[in-house]
């Protein structure tokens, strides 16, 4: 059996589909950092507690879109884990399944089947990390609040108090008074993409622990066959090879054979034996016979 169970084409494909969208939810969050709204300012509304304190408080103020202590690690980490399903497990593996098909005899599908099935844990390690790495950074920054007093302080700069991950950025960002209400539909629609790549990464781990596990199966499937095809040609190749160069005598002796290697010559033998002992007491008599036979005609003669 060289072709791929469908449990392992069917967790192939939902692997691949679910890391592609994995890594669409990161390119998008990576691209609206880097060139979407938040790489300028937005207006907000100037809390009633910055305005008692200073009687000179301008009614709004501009917050810049991103902070100045960014942790993006976790994406970068989700990004090469997307990435790594993607090539390495979906792209590489169908490459090799398609070679252990169609060409079984190949060294170089081989190879690359077995560097494949090598890939399996360490991917499936590296999703995994990427899902706790994830998760704990988003928990580590959750409840942060924006203090609007140092942002009006520090204005037009990057807000420069604690560390923020995008999620929970964002996220405070919106329970701020902003002025323009198209700036907060699309932040809390990026907002979700941001979110959605984070919560994928579950069903994406699932998958792929379902595809590793999946796959094994059917190496070990593939290797049982092959192991039972390479000794069932080992046995014809031992038992055939007495035969192969007019060799009668066969690799016990015997001229009729059976192709296991038992000998058949036992029955002819036992013909033979036969035949001996029902005719070996025949020829003296014969000779006896031909004895009395040939006196009389002897006496005769000398008579005459």
Known sequence: MTAPSTALVAALAL????????LGFITSMVAYLH??????????NTPASVRFSDDNASPTYRIQGKPLHVVINQGHTSNGAAGSAIVLIGIVGTIALILRHRAPGN??????????????????L?????LAYTFAAVNAHRGQTIDQTVAYNT????YAKDS??????FAAVLELHL??????????????????????????FLIQLLETVVAFIDFRAWRGMRNDGLGTNAASTGNEKYYSSNDYNGPHGGVQEEYSGQPLNNNANNANNGYNTQYAPQQPYQDQSYTHQQQPQQQQHSQV
């Open 15 to 22: 692997l691949v589909a679910d890391a592609t969208i994995e």
């Open 35 to 44: 060139g979407g709204l938040p790489s300028g300012t937005y207006s907000v």
């Open 107 to 124: 060294k170089l599908g081989r190879a690359l089947y077995y560097f494949w099935m090598g890939l399996q844990v360490p991917t499936l």
């Open 126 to 130: 590296l999703t995994l990390i990427a």
């Open 155 to 158: 204005q037009p700069g990057p």
């Open 164 to 169: 923020w991950t995008p999620q929970n950025w």
């Open 179 to 204: 002025t323009d209400p198209d700036v907060r539909s699309n932040l809390a629609m990026h907002l979700r993409i941001m979110r959605g790549w984070q919560y994928n990464l579950i069903p994406l």
